[in-house]
């Protein structure tokens, strides 16, 4: 059988399964030339058919690589992001939202500028008077004028009406040098001698070792600054072993005034109490207080445990105002007051937080736990009842409550959770101010009196002995309880002495 070229071109065009349409043919060819000629591009086909699975088997499987490799890429990507929302949120901790000093910001905060009030700097007027208050003259010159007679020829006379003015002048110091000459007796029978002596020898007096003491106990200078401020002001020459003697001297005499405040401080009815840093030879120790409106104690001790805070107040069995440090589980629950202000700086980080929710709740805690001081404030300043009050705060507690396990369900934000279980452990005890009028919503009275310490601290940077310590501890709680009843720390410290 034979076929046409004719045939063969419209053949190979209409046929599509074969996907040879451009197959052309020169020459005629019997039907077996032409079947050998499509078995062999049959053959080829199905080989590059074979080439062509194999390829996309192995695309398939640099797929499933790559949909693998995507998948880690992926997961890693989140943990970085993870780490990097955990490393901003770092970065974002500040003297505001946490306990940093403000020395140890990285960024400084521009604060913004207030409208200008159009008022002049300074006192404004119906302000209570605070200016220069008349001394009693040791002096008096009377200033007459010069004129005799008036213009018009008439006598003057002089009236008793007068306008006073002050000049004030320090005289130059010396100190006041008592002599004690020791003499020597003899007999002239036998030539036995007699000598006498002072008992209780020391070299400087009562003022002179107060002074001393006032200027390192209460005014934290250093003893070489306490040896350059007398030698040039007082005209007192004396060595360092002098002011560190003087000062351990006091500091022994006012052991019985430190006890009596300590005593003093256990019976009251609700203590701030808080801690800070100190420094004893290099090494880590602590600075207790215990303060309230009429006392203030210090105590430095090598450890911050719980051991070291019954040593200082075994006996104390009242209210007390702390932050959340756990030491203080020691006290009742139902005694103890957790300060706010240390949770509106968490609340505060939390709305800091790159986490959007959790910046949200952060915010709303921060507005709930303001509304907490406005109505404390509030009542305190008669501006409300105090049952108002009360109601008012009952309803500012759900809703913190119902915020804070809100922050507590956020599994994205472990850090954040973590502060929220532990804030809400305590809950019960950040609300004994609205029971009791006398105990405040925060501990802030306890961070400025512990000042007193961290100023010394700044300046003389550790003490070097127990007796230092001692020393630090009894003066600074004398010159903080006589501040706080406005008194003289001086008067008190030299009558003591």
Known sequence: MRCDKKGLQKWSEQDTTIGYKNYLIDKPMNLEQLVARLEAEILTLRHELHQVR??????????????????????????????????????????????????????????????????????????????????????????????????????????????????????????????????????????RRYETGLDNYKLLEKNAESIITSLGGFFNNSKRDIQTILSQIFNLDISLGLVSSSEARVSAKLENKYNELVSKAEESEYLHLDESSANNKGKMSWCWIAANKAVTVFKLMKSRSRNALEKFLPEYEGKVITDRYAVYNVYDNEKRQICLAHLRRDFKRFAHSKNLSLSKVGKSLIEIIDLVFATHNGMRSGKIDRLYYLRRIRKIKKKMLYYLKTVSNVEECEQAKRVADNILKSF????????DPQIEPTNNFAERQIKHHVKYRKNSLFTWSDRGDRFIERTKSLFATAKLQNLNPFQELRNLI
């Open 428 to 435: 019960d005890m950040m609300w004994l101010f609205a029971a």
């Open 54 to 191: 194999l390829e996309n088997d192995e695309l398939r499987l640099e797929n499933e690589k790559l949909r693998l490799k995507v998948h880690e890429l992926t997961a890693s990507n989140e943990k970085l992001q993870t780490k990097l929302n955990k490393l901003e949120d770092k970065l974002n901790i500040n003297s505001s939202n946490s306990g940093l000093p403000s020395s140890k910001d990285i960024y400084k905060i521009e604060r913004k500028s207030k409208p200008s009030s159009g008022r002049k700097p300074g006192g404004q007027p119906g302000h209570k008077y605070n200016g220069y208050e008349f001394k009693t003259p040791d002096k008096i010159i009377n200033v007459v004028p010069e004129e005799k007679l008036c213009e018009c020829g008439g006598a003057l006379v002089l009236s008793e009406d007068y306008r006073a003015h002050q000049k004030i002048e320090i005289p130059p110091i010396k100190p006041f040098v008592t002599e004690y000459r020791l003499h020597t007796c003899y007999c002239k029978a036998c030539a």
